[in-house]
């Protein structure tokens, strides 16, 4: 299986909204990365996490909170968005030990709506 | 800081024509290079990767990349051009930062194939 799952495929919130995306992947990657990618843009790294402990923030916004309950397991809870939010945010995993570079799996994506 | 420029954000390329994609990096070191491929409304997919084992690198769907240090390039070709390899392309680079790999990725092109 080198699928990444991610739920829902589309969300629409209001700005005093609170919502959570989901990523699982069963392919036994400790790394886990959470991106936004705008419309005609490059995917923008968000965190990243090793090991189920949060090793790297991009400097995101408070109201972005992600969380990692297990290794298969990656959530990005969303509070109080501005529209400027809207995108599509990926999740990818990968492995993390052993000789890299580390091929990150992307899942489809889920495209959030601000209103 | 290691990056990757993308140069042409738009290439059209008749059905069985050449594609080359181009990629240049900037990198005190040998770098770790990727290609992916979006296709819309989808998540990323790796074409192929350069770690430096060979310079001439074969990926998925019959594209191929050549990695040139005197150029500090990577570009992205296929032989001949089908219909179904319209989608957005991207080349990465990636760089250890923490004890974690990060992807940097370039602004991406628009590969259009005309029938």
């Known amino acids: 299986d080198t699928e990444v799952t991610q739920t829902p495929k589309h969300l629409v919130m209001g700005m005093t909204n609170k919502k959570s995306l989901k990523c699982e992947q069963h392919m036994g990657h400790r790394a886990m990365y959470w991106y936004k990618q705008k419309a005609k843009k490059p995917p923008e790294l968000m965190f990243v996490y090793s090991y189920e402990k949060l090793s790297i923030n991009e400097s995101v916004p408070s109201r972005f909170s992600p969380e990692c309950p297990n290794s298969s397991l990656l959530n990005l809870h969303l509070h109080a968005l501005q529209p400027e939010d809207s995108a599509l945010y990926l999740c990818a995993s990968s492995y993390n030990t052993g000789t890299p570079p580390y091929e990150q799996y992307f899942g489809p994506g889920t495209r959030l709506t601000v209103t | 800081a290691q990056s990757v420029t993308q140069l042409g954000s738009h290439v059209s390329v008749s059905e069985g024509a050449l594609v080359l994609l181009r990629c240049n990096y900037s990198s005190s070191v040998p770098p770790y290079l990727f290609w992916y491929v979006q296709y819309p409304n989808q998540g990323l997919q790796l074409l192929l990767k350069?770690?430096?084992?060979?310079?001439l690198v074969k990926g998925i769907n019959g594209f191929e990349a050549e990695f040139k240090k005197s150029e500090t390039s990577f570009h992205l070709t296929k032989p001949s051009a089908h219909m179904s390899d319209a989608a957005e392309y991207f080349c990465a680079v990636s760089s250890s930062y923490f004890g974690n790999e990060k992807l940097t990725f370039g602004t991406g092109t628009r590969l259009t194939i005309i029938p």
């Open positions: 350069y770690t430096s084992a060979a310079t």
